[in-house]
């Protein structure tokens, strides 16, 4: 063979094995991204790495298909009850050492590194909410069908009016918001949902504008963005989206929301009934810190004098039948964030009104305006819709007004008469602030025909009280103060550190809120109280029976556990046991394991990322 040829030849077959040795090595040493593809609905985060193909189009998915709950089986740890519908939370209180289905569903908001522990800070900082739960679980999952078993016996009937739904939203995270899209989509029967009108107020996060726009295009035909020219609040954005809509019904959803199963029919069946209906959903809670759906009672919606909105228990001759739980119940008031109108009974009524900002006090507006201008307002206990409840609002006015009080305000004085007298009692600091001009809505209170607030007092809600001279306004009549159920203690005895050979201990007094945790000397035979833990069947740790363990705390920059008010809602407060001998201490809400730390000569407790190191060992002794 010619020698230019030969080394033309070795030179192809060098290059090649260098190519290979380097595409081998990058593939060997490169950490396999566990983080969900943000196009795909379903996320496998606890299976090995899989390749997700992009959504070819619209596509309703069928939550009952083997398919989907083969995979939501797999990944959220949820089995169904044979015969039944119902989708059912699968909690186990006992660990078992072979349930890797039970891991999966434990350790969602495991951080495993540094880049997870940015995600979840720079959501809680962004949306307050645990941003790194919310982009591992998906567009799609199933959830527990909340409603009471009577629900499903329910039959509507045919040719009911199609719905507009309008979500409004101001710098939402991408996989709340595409998940409230989603869970739209996948449980609307397609005659019913005309179409969903997406209202972007002003938002200033990129993956709010092409990224957005261009998901649109490539898979929601259904959904119609538009987009505000400048900041306008909740009242204008949700008055320009229902100018946008042209169904016959206007859904109201907040933008980080998940629809249940068949939650649109007993809305838009009972509009039907008389366009003069105004109906809101039953609001399951879903936990800003873990994402666990939860169901909420049956309660309807009142306000304090603060002008406030707030939770009322239904009178009891109002619940006498079973039949009770499942029809439309009256409520006073509505939170605001859901509810079904009548496209044309929204524009009768005065839309919102124009003249309050942001946020705040539009729900008492609307809610004051219904009753006392012909209609009614309902909740449908067979429609359920989750919403994630935040600990605080992660925005607020552009110019920092206090939109609460001036909106307020615009209610007190449009439509309280003489009653307006006991807002000022409770707030006497707003008579003097300013609240803009209100007489258009005057003007629409009078063309309307509207009756007086004590009318309202008198007919909708007799069970309000009025506050005294000093603002204090006793419980509403025929109020329960509502008392956290009993929890039963699964394990009983002192916390050990396994490498150590130390307890956990208060480094104060076991009843002083707030106190950090540090190892100290066990006490073998007779315990002090003072290391007596309880392990409840709800996974609270109870220090003397007094106290819980809690992850709200930090300090120096760290995460350090503490001792807290015992509040029962699981969050931060709750703790499983993991690893391979289960005896991590795992907080969902926070992502991490309890661990012993080092620190001016005392080992206190921390919260660190998960890890085999005995330092993160605990065990129950009695």
């Known amino acids: 063979m010619n020698r230019q040829f030969r080394y033309f030849w070795l030179g192809c077959i060098v290059t090649s094995l260098s190519w290979a040795f380097v595409v081998y090595y990058s593939l060997s040493t ?227 929301c998940e629809v249940n199963r068949n939650w649109l029919e007993p809305l838009v069946s009972r509009i039907a009934e008389d366009k003069r209906h105004v109906v809101i959903p039953i609001i399951d809670i879903v936990s800003s810190d873990t994402f666990e759906y939860q169901a909420s009672p049956l309660v309807r919606g009142g306000f304090n004098w603060g002008m406030h909105f707030r939770w009322d228990q239904i009178p009891e001759k109002d619940l006498k039948t079973k039949a009770d739980y499942v029809n439309p119940v009256r409520s006073p008031t509505m939170a605001g964030g859901l509810f079904a109108i009548d496209r044309e009974y929204f524009t009768y009524l005065g839309k919102y009104d124009q003249g309050m900002d942001v946020w705040g006090g539009e729900n008492l507006e609307i809610s004051f305006r219904i009753w006392q201008c012909g209609g009614t307002l309902e909740i449908i206990p067979c429609s359920r819709v989750g919403h994630i409840f935040r600990k605080r609002r992660p925005y607020g006015s552009p110019r920092g007004e206090d939109t609460m009080t001036k909106n307020s305000l615009r209610v007190a004085h449009v439509w309280m008469d003489e009653y307006k007298e006991y807002y000022f009692r409770v707030r006497p600091d707003a008579k003097i602030k300013a609240y803009g001009d209100i007489s258009s809505r005057v003007e629409l209170r009078k063309r309307l025909g509207c009756k007086p607030f004590k009318w309202y007092l008198d007919n909708v809600y007799p069970e309000q009280t009025l506050p005294d001279e000093q603002g204090h306004a006793p419980v509403a009549a025929n109020q329960q103060i509502f008392a956290h159920p009993k929890h039963t203690p699964v394990k009983l005895g002192q916390l050990k550190h396994r490498e150590s050979g130390m307890c956990v201990i208060s480094t104060k007094e076991i009843h002083s809120k707030g106190a950090l945790l540090k190892l100290g000397p066990c006490y073998d035979g007779r315990q002090k109280t003072s290391q007596v833990w309880t392990e409840t069947d709800t996974h609270e740790f109870m220090l003397a029976d007094l106290l819980c363990l809690d992850t709200e705390g930090s300090r120096r920059g760290r995460a350090f556990p503490r001792l807290m008010k015992c509040h029962f809602e699981k969050g931060s407060q709750e703790w499983k046991w993991m690893g391979e001998e289960h005896n991590h201490l795992y907080n969902a809400a926070s992502g991490k394991c309890m661990a012993v730390i080092t620190e001016e000569g005392e080992k206190y407790m921390s919260m660190e990322i998960c890890s085999e190191d005995s330092n993160m060992e605990f065990e129950f002794v009695r």
């Open 30 to 256: 490169q950490e396999p991204n566990t983080q969900p593809i943000p196009h795909e609905g379903y996320s496998n985060f606890h299976q090995r790495l899989r390749f997700h193909p992009k959504n070819p189009g619209f596509r309703h998915v069928d939550l009952d298909s083997p398919d989907f709950q083969e995979r939501d089986e797999r990944f959220h740890g949820r089995r169904r009850k044979d015969g039944i519908r119902n989708e059912v939370l699968n909690e186990r209180n006992r660990p078992n050492k072979n349930d890797e289905t039970d891991q999966g569903a434990n350790d969602i908001g495991l951080i495993k590194n540094a880049k997870d522990q940015i995600t979840r800070e720079e959501g809680y900082h962004l949306y307050a909410f645990n941003q790194l739960i919310s982009d591992r679980l998906g567009f799609h999952r199933a959830i527990p069908d909340t409603r009471h078993q009577l629900c499903t016996s329910k039959h509507y009937g045919p040719n009911l009016p199609p719905a507009s739904i309008v979500v409004c939203f101001y710098n939402e995270a991408w996989s709340a918001l595409l998940r409230t899209i989603h869970s739209v989509i996948d449980r609307t029967p397609k005659e019913l949902l005309h179409e969903i009108v997406l209202v972007d107020d002003f938002s200033n996060l990129d993956h709010l504008k092409d990224k957005l726009e261009q998901y649109i295009d490539a898979h929601l035909p259904l959904v119609r963005l538009h987009r505000t020219t400048k900041r306008e609040g909740l009242m204008r954005a949700r008055t320009f989206g229902a100018d946008h809509a042209t169904g016959e019904v206007l859904v109201f959803l907040d933008s980080h």
